[in-house]
């Protein structure tokens, strides 16, 4: 270029390039003429180059094209017979130097040496070729994924047309012919070049220029480089700053637009794939379908799903037509929840009535179903809570088996409805999306098992009743229907039925889990419990290696000693040790007064133990904790909001307006519509068989 310095000159100079003197200042001074003079041999044939010869041409070229020089640059390439990789060489060093017309010339160049052997696919195959290896690009580097790079919108274009693409690199476990040879020619040059390509891929310039839908192209990259950070961990900051790349580019086309129209066009585009996909533009609702949001969403687009357009558009088909909402208090927001939860029944009566009235259309507006459907929760909770306490008073019937099952069995209404609704969810959602979301498998399991305890309750009366209707069997009809609670088999399946209430009730609560995002702090707060418990479990994991070491450790010291009251069997060490953790334990208890070798090794690891649990282990969960809680904390609101939007979106689906025990009775709608699928059914089954 023409502002090389002197310095840098005298740095090119002292290369060791081989050349004439003369060449070189021939190049600087751009002086086509002295070029030209120094390439004849006289007899003015254009000269073939031999190996050594080679490179130092090569470098000549290269020289000139880093210098701008086009003249000497012309003259060179008249003069000397360049091939094939020389060529490529030169086209990387002009797109680097971003000079599209050196770039155009050095192309419509490849094309004749295209027609003799070459063609594009073998820049790819470039790892296995040894004589480039001393290259100043990375491996995998190719003139267009390194104009993609540096963004040169031109010369992509230009390369584009001309047919060079980026083929997408085979995957890490690939193992094709050329994926093992490559592996095993050069490892490294293999992972290289694999990124390098990634790198070109996850450029601006590439995802504008060469892909039709540019956002959908960004969010699936996204994705696999995000898949690809956990498989090549080595490599896992530079996928990830990729990763980031994409995702700011989805970001950035987002933010272009300009009115509301625009938005609402790109976030309802529908993608080709999935052919089930809606073909209308809005649920019946007139809510809009948003499928490029819930693509988002599914991508795991946080930048993008959280930026202030989408947040936009989701609030303002959450709150739906309803004013006011939006910027009211606190005190009225709580009041209309409250009277919703009051008004519950009616408020469904009214909707199963009349849906397509005032306040019918009204119960459809999101956050109103979101209050319904939350309100009945709450009755299912408050229902469960009732309960408990009904038992309590009632505790000697209960505690026997004259209990009556419909005392404690209001919940199960819920129960039933609960299940149905997530029946219709798997029917809309497909079996494979439904069990992808872990919290529809939590849910399944805690409606299975409140299903298993009721139908254990059920059994008990019905072999009650069926055993002593038979003669011979007036034992095990006392034992079914009179015995005490301290007479019953260990695996009694009222025991169980109550074991399984109890742990199920407790579950139920972690549904509150979905309500608790629409609210800021409390979704947030939720947010970062989420993440504590996950550093947890992996800290368990640390605390059960060390605590299992000197539990053996410590037991097998007092194993011999029978005489130790406390310690030497596993289940009581285990309680001694465990209850050390929180200062709560008696620490006499490793003493034998009368066996001083014992006692003395005891005592010692009974310290150490104390040490490296309370002292360590403790103040490391703490820490982590800490530094977990103050990421989170940081893009606590990108966070929440993804989180949010996830709920919004949920309940901008068409139907399940009636919340959950209400659902059970069927519509007048979903009536008339399965009355006239039965006629329409038995009409066609007569006319097949009259035709
Ligand atoms: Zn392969």
Redesign the pocket.
Known sequence: MDNTTPDQWQAIVNKKLHFPPELIAAIQEDNALLVGSLLSTGDGIIRQLDESEDRLWREALNLSIRMGNEDTFSALMLGVKFDFRQIYEALLVAVDTNQPRVVKRLLDRLDQEKGNKMDVRSFSMAIFDHSIDDSQFAPGVTPLTLACQKDLYDIVTMLTKKGHAIPLP??IS???????NGRQYDLLKFSLSRINTYRGMASRAYLSITTEDAMLSAFRLSRELRKLSKKEPEFKPQYLSLEELCQEFAVEMLAMCRNQSEVTTVLNICDDDNEDELDEQTFEEGIPTLSRLRLAVNYNQKLFVSHPICQQVLSSIWCGNIPGWRGSKTVWKLTVSLGIFFTMPLLCMIYWVAPKSKIGKTLKIPVIKFLLHSASYLWFIITLLAESIFMEMYRDEFASRQQNILYNSLHMIWVVGFFWSECKNVWAEGLRGYIVDWSNILDMIVLSMYLASFGLRVLIMAIGHFVCQDQNLVEKCAYFTQTLRDEWWQEDPQLISEILFAVTSMLSFTRLAYILPAHESLGTLQISIGIMIDDMMRFMFLLMIIGTAFLCGLNNIYVPYATSPHLGRFNETFSFLFWTMFGASNQGYVDMPDFVLAQFVGRVLYGVFTLVIVIILLNMLIAMITNSFQKIEDDADVEWKFARSKLYLSYFREGSTIPVPFNLVPSPKALQGWTECHIACRWSRRWYSAT
């Open positions: 085979h995957s690939c193992t094709c012919l050329e994926c093992r």
